[in-house]
């Protein structure tokens, strides 16, 4: 096993899959020449040419129906947005072509796209650069939404992106590229999509927590273990369409007690929808409320200081999990 | 489908009601078992219920006004309804409710439940045997699954529900339990600890813990044939003065024991839980019963009812009159139990809050004057109990004792006897009884 940044680990599911299928291509504002905003496409273009890795004009909507088309056409596009609140300029071509073209064919097209980029919150890149737009597209049928927190889950969950049929909304985190961890070695090492992973077992309470909020949470359990003695099982969805219902039920069945930590607002958020389906499959075994930590209800602040307030952190985590456990 | 809201049975007794409030206006929604309205009964003010949801479309009786049992006083159903056809019908026939198999609605017993079932009250109708449940509580206990028992008064019970399929599976009486969350709610450590043996404890513990007794209901009792005698005695007797032939009996009590005693028990209690001298009356009394079975009887004219506990009625002076709470098996608790019940029953009685099996069905009555300075006096029997007792206060009274003039507290008690029941002698060995208790409180102990 090497220990690879997130940032590598995507590099590393792109060359490989590249390699592996002639269909494959990435296409992107500074995907080329420059290798990438974040130097998440370093090396390819020497590698591979401009055939297979191509720069485009800052045309989102453009370059996201060219995907569209390519994906609708038997290639296998990878597009990637800067972040992904550019992506709100190409979402008539997400929402009503890439999600909607399989159904409306009637199974004549299918639209094998990955757009990817960066989503959420970065540093002090304010109100109209902080957008966490993952329930946004998850409201939406015939589109996957896959959100990694480590580099094993974002090489294995890129490469089943780029392998599967439907168009996937892969979301990573700005400020998460440099976080380091363990990838399985080998080019077949791939992680399904729609699979749910305990990222630290316990036994009283249950923390739901994607993307960001997985290394805040599992800080969080640290803190509820050490100072309290309470055991935190924290689950990371990691795909949040299709959602692993399953696996959080079970752990809620085993803890009682339910804490959501997400990045977006709370309002009609991802974790809302599992608060729900938490309700509906595991009413009987709440010993509590749902409590869920989510970024405030007001546009992201420039502010430092008030960018910290406004975001989810140990801190608030802890406060959830002690009121779910009575503490 | 719109329908008439019929003026239900909120008391054992009542025949008519009078609304004292509407909680709810026209055109308010409303839910099952919330409050519509309160209405004044022969007894107590009540609080009218709703069994199922709805919406209030049209108050027929304002506040003030009186309706006889199973008179429409509302109509409810889906805002907007069309409920013209209801009102003309109401307005021919008076608001009675249709007699669909000539029945007569106010003789029912039961509350009149129209087709829709709109009807509960939070009354509980008197039980005249002891163990069956109350109205109220098979209601409440017929919505929850089984096993799972909640408190049938007002006040919800919160239970997390992992709490509660808890003690669902392991038998636990959720009554039992305190709850340590927010509100008093019942989570899953409470549950955890009542399993591994001890309860939570509330944290307002005070000196005068007590186990509750597990007393339901009213005394059980047994009728037995009256004999030709007793016919005859009570026939004549009845001719003589009247519907109760009641003679009355007096006995003179010293108190000294009794008030060192009390001394002795509220100097490790504090202020809200000290016990009065009408507690260890009532106990006494209450013990005094049980060895007297025809004083704790009552006269059912073809046969003589015993009751097996005694369930004694204390009078309350309330603003509009006089009501009698009655403490329940009072033979079978203590002072700290009975002391803690007469002042809840009394607070409630003075708010008009009594619920109607909290003030009828005693065995025997006590009735106190002592405080308001009154020496001796006869109290009227509350039939169909067999006797009462009207208690005088205790005085500083110069007596000889061995030769000697020493100063000590004498007490008053004159009981109202029912004759076709009670004969001189009978009620004189109950005082007699009632008086050792007193001048000798360890008696009680027994």
Known sequence: MATLTIRDALNQALREEIIRDDNVFVMGEEVAEYDGAYKVTRGLWKEFGDKRIIDTPITELGFAAVGVGAAMAGLRPVIEFMTWNFSVLASDQIINHAAKMFYMSGGQFKVPVVFRGPNGSAFQVSSQHSHSLEAMYANFPGLKVVQPSTAADAKGLLKSSIRDDNPVIFMEQERMYGLKGEVPDGDDFTIPLGVAD?????????????????????????KMQAEFDVSVEVVDPRTIKPLDIETIVNSVKKTNRLVIAEESHSFASVGAEIAYQ??????????????RISTVEAPMPYAKNLETLALPDVDKIVAAVKEVCYL | MAEKFLMPKLSPTMEEGQISRWVKSEGDAFEANETLAEVDTDKATMEMTALTGGTLLKILKGEGETALLGEAIAITGKKGEDISALLTEVASNGGRKASDAGGTPALQSEPPVSAGGQIATTATSQSN???????????????????????????????????????????????????????????KRDIEEALSGGTRTPSSATANQFTPSTIVGASAFSDEPTSKMRQVIAGRLAESIGPIPTFYLTVEIEMDNVLAVRKQINANLDDESKISVNDIIVKAAAMSLLKHPW??????????????QADIGVAVAIDEGLITPVVR???????????????????????????????????????????????????????????????????????????????????????????????????????????????????MLL
Do not use: W
């Open chain 2, 295 to 308: 004083v704790n009887a009552s006269y059912q004219d073809k046969t003589v009812r015993f009751y097996e």
């Open chain 1, 278 to 291: 938490i309700m509906d499959g595991a009413f009987d075994h709440l010993d509590a409320p749902i409590k």
């Open chain 1, 198 to 222: 305990i990222k630290r077992e316990g036994t009283d309470c249950t923390i739901v927590a994607r993307s960001m909020t997985v290394p805040i949470a599992l800080q969080a359990a640290e």
């Open chain 2, 129 to 187: 045997v002891g163990g069956s449940p109350t109205q109220a509580e098979t209601r409440t206990t017929a919505s929850v699954p089984s096993g799972i028992s909640v408190t049938p008064t007002n006040g919800r019970m919160i239970v997390s529900p992992i709490a509660a399929r808890m003690a669902a599976d392991n038998g636990i009486d959720l009554r039992n339990v305190s709850g340590s969350g927010p509100n008093g709610r019942i989570i």
């Open chain 2, 329 to 443: 098996g009072a033979n079978l608790k203590g002072l700290a139990e009975i002391s803690a019940e007469i002042k809840d029953l009394a607070t409630k009685a003075k708010a008009k809050k009594l619920q109607p099996d909290e003030y009828t069905g005693a065995t025997f009555s006590i009735s106190n004057l002592g405080m308001m300075g009154i020496k001796e006096f006869t109290a009227i029997i509350n039939p169909p109990e067999a006797a009462i007792i009207a208690v005088g206060g205790a005085i500083q009274t110069p007596v000889v004792r061995e030769g000697q003039i020493v100063i000590r507290n004498l007490m008053h008690v004159t009981m109202s006897c029912d004759h076709r029941v009670v004969d001189g002698a009978t009620g004189a060995k109950f005082l007699q009884s009632f008086k050792q208790m007193l001048e000798q409180p360890a008696m």
